[in-house]
Each structure stands twice: as C-alpha cells, then as structure tokens.
DNA sequence: TCTGTATATAAATGGCTATCGATCTGCAGC
DNA sequence: GCTGCAGATCGATAGCCATTTATATACAGA
C-alpha cells in the first residue's frame, strides 16, 4: 500500500488531452483519507470487527480471557488482532495483575463516521 | 483471512477454567459482521476512499478518465481499486461508448454507518 | 523458589494485495 | 478495412497479513 503522494497536484490536464473536461477533485484531503481509511482498515475484518463490537457493548473494560474463546482462533490470533485494532488507535489496553483488560477508545470511531454521514 | 466459522459455540467455559466470569457475545452475527467487514475493508485505502469520496460528492456518474489523473497512479492500477470498490457493492459502473462511468451505489455505506452509530 | 496461569512476542508459512508495464477489447472516425 | 483512444485484463513482483506453534514475560499462590 503506497501511502503519500498519490493525490496529483491540483492542475489541469494539459489542452491537448480529449476525453471529458471538467475534473472533479475529492474534498477528503491526503492526510485525512489516510486517517480514516487506516481505521477502516483495521476494522476491515470479521474478527475484528466482532472484537470491537463486544467492547463497545460491554461499557467498561472488557478482560481478554473472556475474548479469547468467543473465537474459533489461538489466544495468539486474538492478541494479533487486539494489537492491530491498538495500534489504529481504536482500542486502548490496561492490565492488571495477570489480567489484560481493553476498551474502546472514545470518539475513536468518530472520524470515520462522520465521513461516511 | 479465514472467512468463517471464526465465532466459537455459545456456551459457557467448562467448570474447571479459572479466569474472569462472565462472557460477553458479540451482539453482531457472524454474517453481518462479515458483509461489514467487507465493506470496511474496501474503504481502508487512501486512493479507495478518495475515490468513494469523489463519486459521492458528485451526484451523478464521473468518467474513470476523470478519475485517473487525480492520483499519481498508473491507469491499470485505478481500474484496479474501482474493481475492489465495485466486488464491495459500494460502485456501480456503466460504460457509454468508449468512456465508463462510476457512480456510488445508493445505500451501499448504510450497514457500516448504522453500525458505526 | 518453584509452579502454573494469562498475555505477548517470535518465527514460519501460505495467501492476499498494490503496483506496474504490456497487452487485449471495443468503439469511433476516417 | 485501418488507426487511435478509453478502459479492462494479464503477468510479474514486492510487500503485507492472518494464522499457527513455540517460546518468552510477568505475575500469583503455595
């Protein structure tokens, strides 16, 4: 995935072009494309997804010994999958003693709905 | 990406697990999981996103050959993202003559917005 | 201090994906 | 027919991703 400098710069194409004329520019800049987009990605899986759906659910914290086996996957996967959705920022952790707890960062969500409203 | 029969059985822990209590299920079926997580998915690259964005914001239908010179990408590799848009759901095309034209597909976003609420 | 338990990380692997150049298809004009 | 253009598809490649097993870390209890 190339991440910067895909957008061309904001001119005309040159006279000698034919095809259409008018040219449409997205009002999504780079950078905030690249924000939302990086959380739709991570939410871009069932397991995922699903992950975030049971915190989001669960007010409080939510322990990832009760995670685990809501899926048909290794504790390793889930973690995989937890550390994913922390590191896009949708997810926050918290451990206490043996036990890991995460919820659902608030707002975190926010952008990338507001975009899809 | 294991596309199914990722949600464990809904029952409980047998006895003998020590851990945290109570089991929380995610509210969110598997399907509906996995239609949204598929929509997500699409939305999670930069180029993809501007790409619905442009489309949205354009009302009617807008000509690949508009689309093409906004990013700094070789042509087969914008068909390619519309194609992926368009395995989605989210665009619909329509070819007229030499040009084809992209549009969004009314509704597309709906699930993964309600979701997001 | 030893043992077990809860998570995280590491290493490996098979599959997917973003990108490009080259090529193919289909249409419009001459 | 031929020529040129818009767009899609093909083939290749390099990088990323989801998964697993094995191992490490870190804490709790005896």
């Not at 899986?45 to 010994?65: F, I, T």
């Not at 809501?70 to 920022?89: D, I, M, W, Y």
């Not at 451990?95 to 975190?108: E, N």
Request: charged residues 25%; proline residues 7%.
């Amino acid at each position: 995935m190339a991440i910067d400098l895909q957008l061309a710069p904001k001119t005309k194409r040159p006279a000698g072009e034919r095809c259409c004329e008018p040219v449409v520019y997205p009002d999504v800049e780079a950078e905030q494309a690249k924000r939302v987009a990086r959380v739709a990605k991570a939410l871009g899986d069932p397991v995922r997804l699903q992950l975030v759906d049971v915190l989001r659910r669960h007010a409080g914290k939510v322990c990832v010994c009760e995670l685990v086996p809501l899926f048909n996957l290794s504790q390793p996967t889930v973690s995989h999958h937890l550390k994913v959705l922390r590191e896009a920022g949708i997810v926050g952790s918290e451990r206490v003693g043996l036990w890991a707890y995460y919820f659902v960062i608030p707002d975190a969500l926010k952008e990338l709905s507001a975009w899809l409203s």
